[in-house]
């Protein structure tokens, strides 16, 4: 039974530039949570999927955009990217409202 | 609004000793709460968690929590720590509204088990 998978593991971009990272739910789920984990710190929530839109949002800017498939598959795009958006990106997914996430290993974002 | 607060950034213990690592939480809401571990370069693993009845919650790998809602807190706590116990450990509180659940983490409690 696979867990939930990340794409890239690791990332490496320029100020200004656009990303797209990727996130496959563990089976049987259909609700998919973003979260930025700054170094040394705790997760933030980004944005949460279910059904296709977003449904929670954190307090991110605009630049942080997403995007749920049909198949519960989900896109985290940050634009104009900055120094500071350097972290690990988070994929959790779970079913439902249901509690306790799977989470993905990550993508290591480098802005340079 | 929710939150959770980790105060011990690291924890050094020796090996074979007991160690606790405190959370409190605050919300307005009944809660669900959580403890993840997170080894180096890796995503977080779900520990244990509360959702109801019995207060007191335990993982496989000896750690155990207890749920106190007169303290708002939920400590975790193994009796013997091992090497491998050394990772940074997240307290998450969840509530459950509106049909979904908005989930909270703490900054994090490094543990390091000394040999």
């Known amino acids: 039974d696979a867990g939930v998978t990340q794409s890239p593991t690791h990332l490496i971009k320029t100020r200004g530039q656009q990303v797209t990272l990727r996130c496959s739910p563990k089976s049987g789920h259909d609700t998919v949570s973003w979260y930025q984990q700054a170094l040394g710190q705790g997760p933030q929530f980004i944005f949460q999927?279910?059904?296709?839109?977003?449904?929670q949002r954190g307090n991110f800017p605009d630049r942080f955009s997403g995007h749920q498939f049909p198949n519960y598959s989900s896109e985290l795009n940050v634009n104009a990217l900055l120094l500071g958006d350097s972290a690990l990106y988070l994929c959790?997914?779970?079913?439902?409202?249901?509690?306790?996430?799977?989470f993905g290993s990550g993508t290591r974002l480098t802005v340079v | 609004a929710q939150s959770v607060t980790q105060l011990d950034s690291q924890v050094p213990v020796f090996e074979e000793a007991p160690v606790e690592l405190r959370c409190n939480y605050s919300?307005?809401?009944?809660?669900?709460l959580f403890w993840y571990v997170q080894y180096p370069n890796q995503g977080l693993q779900l520990l244990l968690k509360?959702?109801?009845?019995?207060?007191l919650v335990e993982s496989i790998n000896g750690f155990e929590a207890e749920f106190n809602k007169s303290q708002t807190s939920f400590h975790l706590r193994k009796p013997s720590v091992h090497i491998s116990d050394t990772a940074e450990y997240f307290c998450?509180?969840?509530?459950?509204?509106?049909?979904?659940?908005?989930?909270?983490f703490g900054t994090g409690t490094k543990l390091q088990v000394i040999p």
């Open positions: 919300s307005s809401v009944s809660v669900y």
């Open positions: 998450a509180v969840s509530s459950h509204s509106g049909g979904y659940q908005k989930v909270t």
């Open positions: 959790a997914s779970s079913l439902g409202g249901g509690a306790g996430y799977t």
């Open positions: 999927y279910y059904e296709e839109e977003e449904r």
């Open positions: 509360y959702l109801s009845g019995s207060t």
